[in-house]
């Protein structure tokens, strides 16, 4: 049988979208097909490796609409964005001309034959504002059909009020008559969420957000997309087969269930975990055993999340504590599926895993979250309106789940070493 690789079923950094394994969501599809039809510029956030990159490329690409991207992440190295945009606009133009001559003929006939003299003069043009240029170039490329530069990695722009203000400067010319006729829009993709309440610290903000439009969160998959999508690639696409282990229980249906666990149905980290899974298979005839899966998970976890262990480490309770609150607090916003979480809904839930310790007691949650918020490696932080927090890096949700273990039947928390947790 003649199969597909597995990389070119499972592509965590594709540089395309791999319509074969793109999980269609048709909320998020119709509010940024409507956006694109709004005169606005437009925003794109969610959690890292969430989909949002497949998805504008995705619907730009069917609607044949050009674009080019910015990256964030070289904000800092330029120094500001006007020197990124200027490092773009060189890429896209290398030998773009920046003089011109003017050549003049004078007839001479003095004291010399007749004839013409020429007289050459060099003018140099004057540089445009970097934003202009660029946004005249994307025009001339988009055949004087509508276009967009996308901003990706903004989250590396927010934190700093300079830059935000340059941005914001950027945005206000949507509507100027000079930038408009060039029909150049910005689409803003980051982490951050609501966005547009970082815009509140400068004076303009008003009138930034009411240049702007947010489409909803792109978030996490849903279980049942995730482990559809885990199916597809294993067993629709590479021809995969699953060897059953009933002694331990493994079978098709617990390795989608693990897949879509410990991968918090984060796309990017479900392509990467599959990818490691299937590159593995290939030697074993495409069967996907018990024994293989739980080594490649295990490589997967120390490959993808070492970064996060000594994070991790550093906010848990010692595990000789006998109701390591602390510990309790992060096994259970580890099993929340949304990515934010109040403290009342952190404390509700937590109340309901540990009946038996919490019976009576003040827990003070918001304390707790507070602390796991601050320090120089925080595991979650609070929104932009402070009310309510989230997980700095889905890795860190991951983390909780792969290290901590409610104890069957009792109140308390095993804190598992790195290397050895497996349970789900």
């Known amino acids: 049988m003649r199969r597909l690789k597995a990389e070119s079923i499972f592509t965590p950094k594709g540089n ?3 319509e074969k394994m793109y999980v269609p969501r048709s909320e998020l599809e119709t ?59 060189a890429r896209l133009t290398p030998f773009e001309t920046k003089s011109y001559e003017e050549r003049k003929g004078a007839t001479a006939s003095v004291g010399v034959a007749k004839g013409d003299l020429q007289h050459t003069r060099k003018y140099d043009a004057l540089p445009l504002e970097p934003y202009l240029e660029l946004i005249r170039i994307l025009y001339r490329n988009a055949g004087a059909n509508d276009s ?26 949507l509507d100027d008559s000079e930038y408009a006729k060039y029909k150049i829009r910005i689409i803003l993709v980051g982490t951050t969420s609501n966005l547009r309440d970082y815009f509140s610290k400068i004076d303009s903000s008003q009138t930034i957000i009411n240049r702007t439009q947010e489409i909803p969160e792109v978030s996490v998959l849903l279980s049942a997309d995730a482990k559809a999508l885990v199916k597809r690639g294993f ?44 590159l593995e298979i290939e030697a074993n005839n495409y069967i996907i055993t018990n024994e293989l899966y739980t080594q490649c998970l295990r490589n997967w976890v120390q490959e993808a999340l070492v970064s996060e262990n000594t994070r991790m480490e550093a906010h848990l309770n010692s595990k000789a504590t ?20 109040s403290a009342q809904e952190v404390e509700d839930s937590l109340r309901n895993r540990f009946p038996d310790s919490t019976y009576g007691k003040t827990l003070n949650i918001p304390a707790i979250l507070n602390e796991l918020a601050s320090g120089n490696s925080p595991l979650i932080r609070k929104t932009p309106k402070g009310t309510r927090f989230r997980f700095l890096d889905p890795k860190i949700k991951i983390m909780a789940r792969w ?22």
């Open 16 to 18: 395309s979208v791999n």
């Open 31 to 89: 509010a940024f097909i409507k956006a694109l039809r709004k005169p606005k510029h437009i925003i794109v956030h969610g959690e890292s490796g969430c989909g949002k990159t497949w998805l504008y490329k995705k619907i730009l690409a069917e609607r044949k609409i050009k674009y080019e991207v910015l990256n964030a992440a070289t904000v800092n190295t330029a120094g500001s964005i006007s020197n990124a945009i200027r490092a773009l606009t």
């Open 148 to 173: 967009f530069l996308v901003i990706e990695n903004l989250e590396h722009i927010v934190k700093d009020e300079k830059l935000v203000r340059e941005l914001s400067s950027i945005l206000m010319y």
């Open 235 to 278: 067993f629709d696409l590479l021809k995969a087969k699953c060897l059953v282990d009933p002694a331990k229980g493994f079978d098709e249906g617990y390795l989608l269930n693990a897949i879509s666990w410990f991968s918090a149905n984060v796309p990017q980290y479900i392509h990467e975990l599959c990818l490691e899974l299937a």
């Open 322 to 341: 006998k109701h390591a609150r602390r510990n309790q607090v992060i096994f259970t916003i580890g099993l929340i599926s949304s990515n934010e979480f």
């Open 403 to 424: 290290i901590l273990v409610k104890d069957e039947g009792k109140d308390t928390i095993t804190v598992k070493k790195f290397d050895e947790s497996i349970k789900f």
